[in-house]
Antibody
């Protein structure tokens, strides 16, 4: 059974960089069968896909984030990470890491990140 | 971007009702559509992929149909566990992957 777990600070100051890591267990990122994505959800609102990464390091991102998002992978640790720069209050959301085969079949529990001074 | 529009945004129904949710794409996505269920405080759960294929472990009362730009999710007989918010998602165009705005199914 594949499991994903997000980790990182729950509070980030405006203009700073949000950093989250997702640890995958029960499956190998290195296998190359899937992409690995980040999705976020502001309180009471819908889902927004942030971007994805393949085991090779190839990435794609949502243009709406205007290049603020950087996704990286560490196959030796079976982890992938998200960095979101120049955050504002609008980036306050629950952030999920997910296994991405076009559809999202395994999700982390989500982690709330609040942007506030 | 491909815009996904769900209707209604809120639906009030009773246990045992047949419920239908619609999702429209701004351009054709063939059958590259998925449906998710989300309960408060939890991550979404994949119900349907490729418009009409039932994900393993999902009850058979859930079904999906459609192709091109118009899709439906049907719950044949609503159960107490089904009160939740439902999202559609297109994966025809990966730049970006997009979701509908959600449909909240409430108790009537």
């Amino acid at each position: 059974q594949v499991q994903l777990q997000e980790s990182g600070p729950g509070l980030v100051k405006p203009s700073q960089t949000l950093s989250l890591t997702c640890t995958v267990s029960g499956g190998s990122i290195r296998s190359g069968t899937y992409y690995w994505s980040w999705i976020r959800q502001p309180a009471g609102k819908g889902l927004e896909w942030i971007g994805r990464i393949y085991s090779s390091g190839s990435t794609s991102h949502n243009p709406s984030l205007k290049s603020r998002a950087t996704i990286s992978v560490d196959t030796s640790k079976n982890q992938f990470s998200l960095k979101l720069s120049s955050v504002t209050a609008a980036d306050t959301a629950v952030y999920y890491c997910v296994r991405d085969g076009g559809t999202f079949d395994y999700w982390g529990q989500g982690t709330l990140v609040t942007v506030s001074s | 971007d491909i815009q996904m529009t769900q209707s209604p945004s809120t639906l009030s129904a009773s246990v045992g009702d047949r419920v239908t949710i619609t999702c429209r794409a701004s351009q054709s996505i063939s059958n590259w559509l998925a449906w998710y269920q989300q309960k408060p405080g939890k991550a979404p759960n994949l119900l349907i992929y490729k418009a009409s294929s039932l994900q393993s472990g999902v009850p058979a009362r859930f079904s999906g149909s459609g192709s091109g730009t118009e899709f439906t999710l049907t719950i044949s007989s609503l159960q107490p566990d089904d009160f939740a918010t439902y999202y559609c998602q297109q994966y025809n165009d990966y730049s970006p992957l997009t979701f509908g705005g959600g449909t909240k199914v409430e108790i009537k």
